[in-house]
């Protein structure tokens, strides 16, 4: 399994911004989709994910601004991401756990947020 992400880029506060990530290989073993992100001076944390039953789960400091989705026909999930803060800031990868509990990444995104 590969996983490959795009999207992220630079935005003021307030805005939007949507990342992508496509799953290459085994996709049918994948069961949790999901969106770390790790910003400077600080440990790596889970941002969202989303089951293979299209179960969201997401962090306390984004609950209502983004939002997890995946299309399982293109094998892809994506991070709509609203009401952007600075405090958003912060290299964001994509990460994807199978039936074995086995733990794939994809390359990290940067998304920047001025204010």
């Known amino acids: 399994v590969q996983l490959q992400a795009s999207g992220g880029g630079l935005v003021q506060g307030g805005e939007s911004l949507g990342l992508s990530c496509r799953v290459y290989?085994?996709?049918?073993?994948?069961?949790?989709m999901a969106w770390y992100r790790q910003a400077p001076g600080k440990q790596r944390e889970l941002v969202a994910r989303i089951t293979e039953d299209d179960s969201p789960d997401y962090a306390d400091s984004v609950k209502g601004r983004f939002t997890v989705s995946r299309n399982s026909a293109a094998n892809i999930f994506s991070l709509q991401m609203n009401s952007l803060k600075p405090e958003d800031t912060a290299v964001y990868y994509c990460?994807?756990?199978?039936?074995?509990?086995?733990?794939?990444w994809g390359q990290g995104t940067l998304v920047t947020v001025s204010s």
């Open positions: 990460a994807a756990q199978d039936r074995w509990n086995k733990n794939y």
């Open positions: 290989g085994s996709r049918r073993s994948i069961t949790i």
